[in-house]
């Protein structure tokens, strides 16, 4: 969840104005001023708040094609997720093993194949170890829905062919 810090000089800029003083409540034009400024940042931060929205990722779906906004209509790969999602949202990975499908550059046919990573984003969260049928963050059984990021794109078990 985020937290609004207001600056500590909004505090004192009321109390040299006297405006806030104990027993005796003054309308100055600065403080209207400010008010209307604090009342501004908070409605912003509800907005933003408001806005957060969870990406679902199930490796046993058949394609990417689902919005990925429920586990009905989950992405199959968890990069398809990323990229949908914005910041402050959340992505629930179910049990499952996920291979890289982008390389750095965006690109899902690089040149090597062993350059695909996981491109994270700023302030989006990723969150393994669903069953498939949560709604509640805190349902999740990470301990029993083990969700593995796999490097290993070629023939199992060799090292040569395996993501950088």
Not at 16 to 40: F, V
Not at 102 to 128: E, I, M, Q, W
């Amino acid at each position: 969840m985020k937290r609004l810090t207001l600056p500590n000089h909004f505090f004192q800029n009321l109390y040299s104005m006297k405006i806030l003083s104990i027993g005796q409540a003054q309308w100055q034009q600065p403080l209207c001023r400010q008010l209307l400024l604090l009342l501004s940042v908070l409605f912003v931060s509800f907005q933003s708040l408001s806005a957060q929205t969870i990406r679902y990722v199930d490796a046993g779906r058949p394609d990417n094609t689902g919005a990925g906004t429920s586990w009905a209509t989950a992405k199959k790969d968890l990069q398809a997720a990323i990229i949908t999602a914005a910041a402050g949202d959340q992505i629930w990975v179910k049990a499952g093993t996920y291979l890289p499908t982008h390389d750095p550059f965006g690109s899902t046919t690089p040149v090597n194949n062993r350059d695909k990573c996981f491109l994270l984003k700023d302030a989006v969260k990723v969150y393994g170890g669903f069953a498939g049928t949560e709604t509640q963050l805190n349902q999740r059984n990470w301990k029993q829905n083990i969700s593995i990021l796999s490097g290993d794109l070629g023939v199992v078990n060799t090292f040569t062919d395996n993501a950088y």
